[in-house]
């Protein structure tokens, strides 16, 4: 069973279309991460969640909204692309609880997500 | 802001060789991740420390909170080791992780 599961692997799309990913963990974590990884393969976090609710919010822009309909799941909603949001975004969840758990424990990763915006 | 640098960046070696990659960051933190990723793409977490050295493996891990440096070593070198080997910090609260910019590690049969 795989333990952080994302959908789709390759999203391929014209600029100005929206699009989500999805994430599911079956760990039972608590906490779960979007990170960006840009063209030069440099890793950023962009969100993280904690029990449904928003823990960090990095200077992401507006047009990226995370939404956690239950601790398990973790989806990405990209309005209006554009070619600088081509990357590859990971999924992540942690055992950790609440904003002191956040980044504290071991990470686990999904298979990532490539996109690329046309 | 913290500020993580690896070093090297680039390292190619013979297989057996003893490999050691650095990590320095630049404010204390809480905890300290090494993470691989593989040519595929995968990124697999190796280690989360705080204190210390941890070992697993092949692999060990050490870090100096006073000197805010951590190493990663990996013992008897093997092809299939062939990856990036990414350093992450976590500053405690609501941070999060802080990557450096990775050490691409090729083994040479």
């Known amino acids: 069973d795989t333990a952080v599961s994302q959908t789709p692997k390759y999203l391929v799309t014209q600029m100005g279309n929206d699009k989500s990913i999805k994430c599911e963990q079956n760990?039972?974590?608590?906490?779960m991460y979007w990170y960006k990884q840009d063209s030069k393969k440099f890793l950023k976090i962009m969100f993280s969640y904690n029990n449904k609710e928003l823990i960090i919010n990095e200077t992401v822009p507006n047009r990226f909204s995370p939404k956690s309909p239950d601790k398990a799941h973790l989806n990405l909603h990209i309005n209006s692309l554009e070619l600088g949001d081509s990357a590859v975004y990971f999924c992540?969840?942690?055992?950790?609880?609440?904003?002191?758990?956040?980044?504290?424990?071991?990470?686990?990763f999904g298979p990532g997500t490539r996109l690329l915006v046309l | 802001k913290n500020e993580v640098e690896q070093s090297p960046q680039n390292l190619t070696a013979q297989e057996g060789e003893f490999i050691t990659i650095n990590c320095s960051y630049s404010v204390g933190i809480s905890a300290l991740h090494w993470l691989q990723q593989h040519p595929g793409g995968g990124i697999v977490s190796l280690f989360m420390l705080s204190s210390g050295k941890k070992k697993h493996g092949r692999l060990i891990a050490t870090i100096n909170i006073q000197e805010k440096h951590s190493s990663l070593h990996i013992t008897a070198s093997h092809p299939r080791d062939s990856a990036v080997y990414i350093c992450a910090v976590n500053g405690g609260g609501a941070d999060g992780l802080t990557f450096g910019k990775g050490t691409h590690l090729i083994i040479q049969p």
């Open positions: 992540a969840s942690s055992h950790g609880q609440g904003v002191a758990g956040a980044g504290r424990e071991t990470q686990y």
């Open positions: 760990l039972g974590h608590d906490t």
